[in-house]
C-alpha cells in the first residue's frame, strides 16, 4: 500500500468520524464534504479622507450560512504601500496603538484608517478560519484615495537670521538678537487646538548658539527666599520645556546666545484627535559680527611635574593652545580647499636649557625643536615640551598672525600667550610636617592601650615641584627628660652653635651633663634651624656620639654647611636646641614621597601619657656636598592626641568670694581617658566687682603649672577679691571649657566716724566687710556730699569729699580705705545751725555708709563770729 492510498483512508476515517461518506458509501452530495465558507466585507465611513484624517472602518466577518462568526475572531489588516498611512485595530477602550488586529464581537471587528500623505492606499483585511484544517484565509480589501492633508504644527519666525549674542544681553522686547515665532496648532481635521503645556520644544544644539522663553506668565510669582531669580518666562532662557496653546497660538522667542552657527528649535505636540504624535521645526543661523580671525591666544601647561633628563623622573609634558576670535569662538580650522596650512608658531624664549618642542604640523608630520610650527583643531592644538639637562624656568610662547590666521606666509599683525613652565631637578630640597587641627586630627584607639596617629610631610625640589616619587623620608621623636611632659625639655636652650661642616655642638648656657639626669651617647640632638633667618639649612636632627662637657658633645653625622646662598654662613650661638630621646612614644622609621611630594608615616603612645608632648622630625638627603648628601629636614612639637572632641570639667561648681580655694580641673579625651601637658586658661566675668587669680597669676590668664599625665587632672589655688553679689570663673583647654560660680553674702560698708560735730576738714576710714565679715579688697569706693548750709554762718558753705592723700579709694587687704571730708558753713552765729552728709558706695551703688556732720550754734560773743 503506497503512501497516497493510507492518506486517503485516513481521511476517510476522519469523514466517517463526522457522519459524512467516503467514496461511494453513504449515498450523499459530494459538497456535504467541504468546509463551510467564510466571508468578510469592509466598509468606511469615508474613503477618500484628507492626509491625517482618521477613518473609521467595520469589518463583517460570517460564515458560508451567512451567520456572524464566533467571537474573538482574530481579523488582521495590512497597507499597500505602508508609508501612505496607518492602521490599528479599535478594541474595548479605543484605538489600539501599533497594533494591526482586531478581534470580532458579533461577527464584528472594527479598525481606525490614518493617512499618512496623498496618494493611493489599500487594505487587505484577511481572517484565517482553522476548521477542518483549512489554512487559507478569506481577505477582502478597500481602497483609499488620500488627499493631501492640513499641516497641523505650523513655524513662523519673524527672522531666522540672528547676530550672535556675545556681551550676553538680556532679552527684551525688540532685541536684536531674539526671533518672534508664532506657532499655530490643529487637528487632522483642521480643529485649532486648546491646552496647557501642550508643546514640547527643544533647541539643538544645547546651550551654544541659541536658547527659546515663552509669554510671561502673571500667575508665577517671585519667590521672596530667592529674590536673585527673578520668576519672568519671558527673561529665562531655556534648551527645553513646555510651551501653553490657546486658541490654537504659542508664542516662542528664540534667543540668540554667544556662539555663531546653526540652531534647530523643534515643536512637537499630540493630536487629540489621531493621539498622533506631530513635530515642525525652524533652522536659525547665528552669524559672527566680526571676522573669525585670531584675537586670543591661551597657553595651558600641564599640571604634572616635569624633571630633568637625568632626574629619572617624567621628562616631558603636554601643553595646549586655544586660538579664539574677537567674539570667544574658537578660529576656524586653518585650510584653503584642500591645502592645509599652519596657523600657530610655537618657541622657547630665552636660555631653553636643553629643552625642546614638539607636535604636529598642517601635513600631519611631526615637528620638533626651540621653534615650530602647528595647525589647530576647532581652535585647539597640543604639544610637547621636552626637559633638557639643566633645571630651571621654560618660557613657552604661541603666536598667530591676526591678519589672515596663517603663519606659513608670515606673521605681520602678532597675537600671543606665553606661559612658564619649571623644569626640575627634584632633588629634595624642603621638607614640612603637616600638623592637622587638633579637633580634626585622625586619632585611632587599639585594643592593646595604646593610639595610633598619622604623621605626613610634605618634600619639594629647589624650584617647587615634588621631589621625586619613591624618595626616602626617616623620621625618629624624642619625650625625655621633661618636667611636666608639655614639652618643657630639661636638656634645650637658645644658644645652640653647630659647626658647619662638622660634627662638634656647643652651646654656652647648656647643662649637657647634669640636667635633667644628663644627656649621653645614642640621644638625638634636634636642631630648629628654621626658627632663625639664614640658618633653615640646620634645621636637622643628629646622634650625639659623646659629651665632652656641659657645653659641649660630639654627633655622629656632620652638620650641614649651611649654604644655600653658595657660601658658608656661621651666625654663631643662637639656634633653638633640644635633647632627649624616646621614652613613650615611637614612630615607624621611614616612609617614601608619592606623586604629590606626600610621604605618611605612624606614631604610636600610650594611652597614659595623652597630652604629653614630643618633638617628631622628619628628614631626607638632598644635594651632595664634598661628597656627602645634605640633610634636609623639618622638626615641629606634636602632643600625643586624644580622640576629640575633648572634654573639661572644673571641681567644686561653686566657691566663696573673697577667698582662696582649692579647684581641680580635669581635661579628657572622647573616649575619657586623661589628658595631660594642658595649661589651662581663666577668666572672671561678674555684672558687679572681683578679681581673680590663680597660682599666683592674675587673670585673665594661664595656670603656670598643667594638667598630670594619666589623670588629666591639676587643682589649682583660686584666689578671689573684690567680689560683689555673685561672679563665675571659666576655665579653659583642649578647645573646651566649664564654669566655676562665685558667690558672697550681702556686702556690709562701715564709716568710722560716722559722724561729726561742728564744721570739720577731717578723715573718715571705710571698711568692706562680706557677710561672714571678711574683709573685701580691691573694690573701688567713691563718695558725695549734701549740704543745708547755716541761716548766719561762719563760713563761706562748702562740702566735699575725696580719697585720702596717697589713698585712691580702692579697699585694701584689710578691706578698707581713707577719705578725707571738708564741711563748713554749718556753724552759725546766733541763727539756726546746718548740716551736712556723706555717702559712700561702691561703683555699682551698694552697699553704702553715711557719714554725718552737725552743725552749732556758736553763739554771738564767740570769737569765731564776726
Not at 592637622?436 to 596617629?453: I, K, L
Not at 636652650?493 to 660634627?503: V, Y
Not at 560660680?741 to 559722724?755: E, I, K, N, Y
Not at 585720702?804 to 554749718?826: C, E, K, R, Y
Request: charged residues 10%; contains cysteine; proline residues 7%.
Amino acid at each position: 500500500m503506497n503512501f497516497r492510498n493510507i492518506r486517503a483512508i485516513v481521511f476517510c476515517l476522519i469523514a466517517a468520524m463526522l457522519a459524512s461518506a467516503c467514496g461511494g458509501g453513504g449515498g450523499g452530495d459530494s459538497s456535504a464534504f467541504s468546509p463551510p465558507s467564510t466571508r468578510i466585507t469592509a466598509s468606511a465611513t469615508t474613503t477618500n479622507p484628507a492626509a491625517g484624517q482618521h477613518v473609521d472602518v467595520t469589518v463583517r466577518v460570517s460564515d458560508g450560512n451567512g451567520a456572524p462568526i464566533s467571537n474573538n475572531t482574530i481579523v488582521t489588516a495590512l497597507l499597500t504601500p505602508a508609508s501612505l498611512g496607518t492602521i490599528v485595530g479599535i478594541g474595548p477602550e479605543g484605538p489600539l496603538v501599533n497594533n494591526n488586529t482586531a478581534v470580532t464581537q458579533g461577527g464584528v471587528a472594527a479598525f481606525r484608517f490614518i493617512g499618512n500623505g496623498s496618494g493611493t492606499v489599500t487594505v487587505t483585511f484577511s481572517v484565517r478560519v482553522p476548521d477542518l484544517g483549512s489554512t487559507t484565509p478569506t481577505t477582502t480589501t478597500l481602497t483609499f484615495q488620500v488627499a493631501p492633508g492640513i499641516d497641523r504644527v505650523t513655524l513662523q519666525p519673524t527672522t531666522t537670521t540672528l547676530p550672535i549674542n556675545a556681551l550676553g544681553v538680556d532679552p527684551f522686547v525688540g532685541s536684536p538678537y531674539m526671533s518672534e515665532v508664532t506657532v499655530t496648532v490643529r487637528t487632522a481635521s483642521g480643529q485649532l487646538v486648546t491646552q496647557n503645556d501642550g508643546l514640547n520644544v527643544s533647541v539643538n544644539p544645547v546651550g551654544l548658539t541659541g536658547g527659546f522663553s515663552t509669554l510671561d506668565d502673571p500667575t508665577t510669582l517671585d519667590d521672596p527666599t530667592t529674590p536673585e531669580i527673578e520668576n519672568n518666562e519671558f527673561l529665562n532662557r531655556l534648551a527645553q520645556g513646555p510651551v501653553n496653546i490657546n486658541a490654537g497660538k504659542a508664542t516662542i522667542f528664540f534667543h540668540a546666545l554667544n556662539f555663531s552657527g546653526q540652531s534647530t528649535l523643534t515643536v512637537t505636540t499630540v493630536d487629540p484627535e489621531t493621539l498622533e504624535t506631530v513635530s515642525a521645526q525652524v533652522v536659525f543661523n547665528i552669524v559672527s559680527t566680526t571676522p573669525p580671525l585670531p584675537s586670543n591666544v591661551q597657553v595651558t601647561p600641564t599640571n604634572n611635574a616635569q624633571y630633568i633628563t637625568s632626574s629619572g623622573g617624567p621628562t616631558s609634558s603636554q601643553f595646549n593652545i586655544r586660538v579664539t576670535d574677537a567674539n570667544g569662538q574658537n578660529v576656524p580650522n586653518p585650510a584653503s580647499g584642500s591645502a592645509a596650512f599652519n596657523n600657530l608658531r610655537l618657541e622657547l624664549l630665552g636660555d631653553a636649557l636643553g629643552a625642546r618642542l614638539s607636535g604636529v604640523n598642517a601635513s600631519g608630520g611631526s615637528v620638533n625643536g626651540s621653534t615650530i610650527s602647528m595647525a589647530t583643531t576647532s581652535g585647539a592644538a597640543g604639544a610637547t615640551l621636552i626637559s633638557g639637562s639643566s633645571p630651571g624656568n621654560v618660557r613657552i610662547r604661541a603666536t598667530a598672525d591676526r591678519a589672515d590666521n596663517n603663519v606659513d606666509n608670515g606673521i605681520s599683525d602678532p597675537v600671543f600667550g606665553e606661559r612658564t613652565v619649571a623644569i626640575s631637578d627634584g632633588i629634595l630640597f624642603d621638607l614640612d610636617i603637616t600638623q592637622p587641627a587638633p579637633a580634626e586630627q585622625p586619632v585611632f584607639s587599639n585594643e592593646d592601650g595604646s593610639y595610633t596617629v598619622p604623621v605626613s610631610i610634605i618634600a619639594t625640589d629647589r624650584l617647587g615641584n615634588p621631589v621625586l616619587p619613591g624618595t626616602t623620608i626617616t623620621f625618629g621623636l624624642i619625650d625625655e627628660p621633661q618636667q611636666f611632659g608639655a614639652g618643657d625639655f630639661f636638656l634645650s636652650g637658645l644658644d645652640g652653635d653647630p659647626q658647619e661642616g662638622g660634627t662638634l655642638f656647643t652651646a654656652p648656657g647648656g647643662a649637657f651633663l647634669t640636667a635633667g639626669g644628663g644627656a649621653g651617647p645614642g640621644d638625638a640632638l634636634v636642631l630648629f634651624g628654621e626658627d632663625i633667618i639664614g640658618n633653615r639649612d640646620h634645621e636637622s636632627a643628629r646622634r650625639i656620639t659623646s659629651v665632652n662637657s656641659q657645653t659641649s658633645l660630639t654627633v655622629q653625622r656632620r652638620f650641614n654647611h649651611n649654604d644655600t646662598t653658595g657660601s658658608i654662613v656661621n651666625s654663631g650661638p643662637v639656634l633653638p636646641y633640644v635633647i632627649g630621646r624616646a621614652a613613650d612614644g615611637n614612630i615607624l622609621a621611614s616612609a617614601t614621597t608619592n606623586v604629590i611630594g606626600v610621604a605618611t608615616t605612624f606614631m604610636d603612645y600610650p594611652v597614659s601619657k595623652l597630652g604629653k608632648v614630643a618633638v617628631v622630625w622628619a628628614q631626607g638627603d638632598g644635594d651632595i656636598v664634598s661628597g656627602m648628601p645634605e640633610t634636609v629636614g623639618d622638626a615641629e612639637f606634636l602632643a600625643f592626641a586624644g580622640v576629640s572632641p575633648a572634654a573639661l570639667t572644673a571641681d567644686p561648681a561653686t566657691i566663696i568670694g573673697n577667698t582662696t580655694q582649692p579647684v581641680t580641673v580635669c581635661v579628657t579625651d572622647g573616649l575619657g581617658a586623661g589628658v595631660g601637658g594642658i595649661y589651662v586658661g581663666f577668666s572672671y566675668e561678674s555684672s558687679e566687682a572681683g578679681t581673680v587669680t590663680v597660682n599666683g597669676v592674675p587673670g585673665p590668664g594661664i595656670a603656670p603649672v598643667p594638667t598630670s599625665l594619666g589623670t588629666g587632672c591639676v587643682t589649682l589655688n583660686v584666689s578671689t577679691a573684690g567680689v560683689l553679689g555673685t561672679g563665675t570663673i571659666t576655665f579653659t583647654g583642649a578647645g573646651a571649657s566649664d564654669t566655676v560660680d562665685v558667690v558672697t553674702g550681702v556686702q556690709v560698708l562701715f564709716a568710722t566716724p560716722s559722724r561729726f560735730s561742728g564744721e570739720t576738714t577731717g578723715l573718715v576710714t571705710l571698711s568692706l566687710r562680706d557677710a561672714n565679715g571678711v574683709p573685701v579688697s580691691g573694690v573701688q569706693l567713691v563718695g558725695n556730699c549734701d549740704l543745708t548750709p547755716a541761716s548766719n554762718p561762719i563760713q563761706t558753705p562748702t562740702a566735699s569729699t575725696a580719697p585720702a592723700p596717697g589713698s585712691t579709694g580702692i579697699t585694701d587687704s584689710n578691706g578698707q580705705a581713707v577719705f578725707s571730708i571738708v564741711a563748713l558753713g554749718v556753724d552759725s552765729c546766733t541763727g539756726t545751725p546746718g548740716e551736712a552728709s556723706c555717702t559712700y558706695t561702691t561703683l555699682f551703688g551698694s552697699p553704702t555708709a553715711v557719714v554725718d556732720i552737725v552743725g552749732r550754734d556758736i553763739g554771738a560773743f564767740s570769737p569765731d563770729c564776726p
